[in-house]
Structure formats: structure tokens, C-alpha cells
């Protein structure tokens, strides 16, 4: 944080209100994933991630739709907006499938290999150089996730091959997303996630839909709340504080995961599992600072050659 010390206070008071903003995303995301957990029992997954999305993009609409008018579903790229949204879908039903079958602090310690993941594959589709630094981060963030789902263990089976399979698929959503940045408006982008996710959910739902009942109503629209505002804030986050200052918040998920899971579920990690989760959690926040620190970097030998000052 010595670099922020530096900055304009308007720009420090920015990264502090991002910081907030992705804390707030961070316990968004996790009592959505505690939802799921809940209602999975009782409600279909697809039903689920139907409802998931329809309540998404209808208060995107009331929220956004009169202030913005036509500019909220303007696209300059429909095929990069539906091919995005049908990539989330198929995160949004992994992860809901996995919820329904795994401990939710489980779960998202092992969906949290992500960044490493996306570290592999930056490499393929964007060009960019892997240090052997950063090599050594994935490698031990495997090896969190082998604590995990040990071998023997109560895990260990094809169930924990799903938040694997959701960390691969969301990798490749981050990568495009990063690849395309900026294509258009981003709440434009949060409205056509909705959109999108609601189309083609819509199909599937009616074989297994059944009637909500009364008490399932405010927390299936709940789910909605929380995929759209979790977003939202990520979004905004993301707008005022740089990545390399909110990389490690996000890793507060956890411990919001860990924490309503014992709450609401009575689950208690073993010591095994905790040892997993720090392990990755470790890994990810070095990776993060790595890629931070090369971030300065080249963003310095820019300033140098261009004779202009930077700053985050």
C-alpha cells in the first residue's frame, strides 16, 4: 500500500471506497452460494439458476432501464455479449450443482483456484509471460486443493471434480472478459449477463419447474439480488481501486463462506480442510502480488519512456 501513500487524496479515498465495494461483493457472492445451499434441497438447480437470472435482469431493468433508456441494451457486440452470458450460465449451473452437493467453505476454497488457473491460460490466449515464480503459486494452489479432497477423505470423489471443472470454465469467462474489456457500457455487459442467462435457462426449467411456496418466494428473488449486486459492486470496485489492491479482499470470501456455512449450516471445516484453504488462499495472494508487482513495473519503464507520470 506504500504507492497509494503517494496518490492524490481524492485517488486514495477511490481505492478505499473500491476496498468497501469488493468486501461488500465478497459477502454478496457468499451469502448467495448459502442461498443456493439452502433452497437446493427443496428447489431444482436449473430452477434455481432460472430464477437466478430472471431476477437479475428484471432489476437491472427497473433500476437502470428509465435513467439509461436504450443505451442499457445497445451493443456494438452481440455475439461477444452472448457468447459471455452462455459461458456464465454454465458457471452459474456447475456452481449450484456443487453447492447441492458439497460443503460450502469446501466448495469455494476449491473454486478459488481460479486465478491460478487463469495464470495458465494467460499465457495461451493473451500472450503473457508465466515466471517461474508464478509457476511455483499455481502448483502449490493444486496442492491446497489436494489437502482439501484428500484421497480417503470425505471429499474425495467426483462431487469435488465440479467447483474443478467451475474454476476452469470461470478462467476462460475472466479471460475473455479481460480480452474484450471496455467493448461496451459495463453495466450494458451486467444487463445482457441477466439477459442472456434468463433466454436460455428458460428452455430447460419448464421440465422440472414446481410451484415456489409461499416462503420460497423472497429468497428465490433474493437470489437475483445478490447475483446482480454482487456484480454491481464488483463493477464499481474495479472502477475505482486497482486489481492488484483488490485481489486480496476478494480472498475474504472465504472467511464469509466459512462463516455462514457454520451459521447456517453447522458445518465446521476439519483442520485438513483449513490447512487447504490457507494453502490456496496463500498461493493466490502471491500470485496476485507478483502479478501487481510486474504491473508497476512495466507501467514504470512506460512512465520513464514517456517522460509522464503514472500511478494506479
Not at 465478497?26 to 452460494?33: E, P, V, W
Not at 469446501?106 to 508464478?134: D, M, N, Y
Not at 475505482?240 to 465446521?268: D, E, K, N, W
Amino acid at each position: 500500500m506504500s504507492d497509494a501513500q503517494d496518490l492524490p487524496p481524492s485517488t486514495r479515498a477511490g481505492v478505499r471506497a473500491g476496498i468497501f465495494m469488493m468486501l461488500g461483493c465478497a459477502f454478496t457472492f457468499a451469502s448467495l452460494d448459502v442461498l443456493v445451499k439452502h433452497l437446493s434441497s427443496e428447489v431444482p438447480t436449473l430452477q434455481l439458476v432460472w430464477f437466478r437470472y430472471f431476477f437479475h435482469v428484471a432489476l437491472m431493468f427497473l433500476v437502470f432501464g428509465p435513467p439509461m433508456g436504450a443505451r442499457l441494451w445497445r451493443t456494438d457486440n452481440p455475439r461477444w455479449q452472448f457468447g459471455r452470458g452462455a459461458i456464465l450460465i454454465l458457471c452459474t449451473c456447475l456452481s449450484f450443482a456443487g453447492l447441492a452437493l458439497m460443503p460450502l467453505a469446501e466448495f469455494t476454497a476449491i473454486a478459488f483456484v481460479t486465478p491460478l488457473i487463469v495464470t495458465l491460460l494467460a499465457k495461451s490466449f493473451l500472450g503473457e509471460k508465466v515466471s517461474p515464480a508464478r509457476w511455483a503459486a499455481v502448483i502449490t494452489g493444486f496442492c491446497g486443493v489436494l489437502i482439501i479432497i484428500r484421497p480417503g477423505g470425505g471429499l474425495f470423489g467426483w462431487a469435488a471434480l465440479i467447483p474443478l471443472g467451475l474454476s476452469l470454465v470461470y478462467a476462460v469467462f475472466q479471460i475473455l472478459t479481460r480480452k474484450y474489456a471496455g467493448a461496451d457500457d459495463p453495466l450494458t455487459t451486467l444487463f445482457f449477463t441477466g439477459l442472456v442467462g434468463a433466454v436460455i435457462a428458460s428452455g430447460p426449467v419448464l421440465w422440472v419447474w414446481q410451484a415456489p411456496t409461499l416462503q420460497q418466494w423472497p429468497l428465490l428473488v433474493a437470489l437475483g439480488l445478490f447475483g446482480a449486486g454482487g456484480h454491481l459492486l464488483l463493477i464499481l470496485a474495479f472502477q475505482r481501486a486497482p486489481a492488484s489492491s483488490l485481489a486480496p479482499i476478494s480472498y475474504t470470501q472465504l472467511l464469509f463462506a466459512i462463516t455462514l456455512g457454520i451459521v447456517v449450516t453447522h458445518h465446521v471445516p476439519d483442520g485438513w480442510t483449513l490447512l487447504g484453504m490457507g494453502v490456496i488462499a496463500a498461493a493466490g495472494l502471491y500470485a496476485a502480488l507478483l502479478q501487481g508487482m510486474q504491473g508497476m513495473a512495466g507501467r514504470k519503464r512506460a512512465g520513464d519512456q514517456a517522460d509522464v507520470p503514472t500511478s494506479d
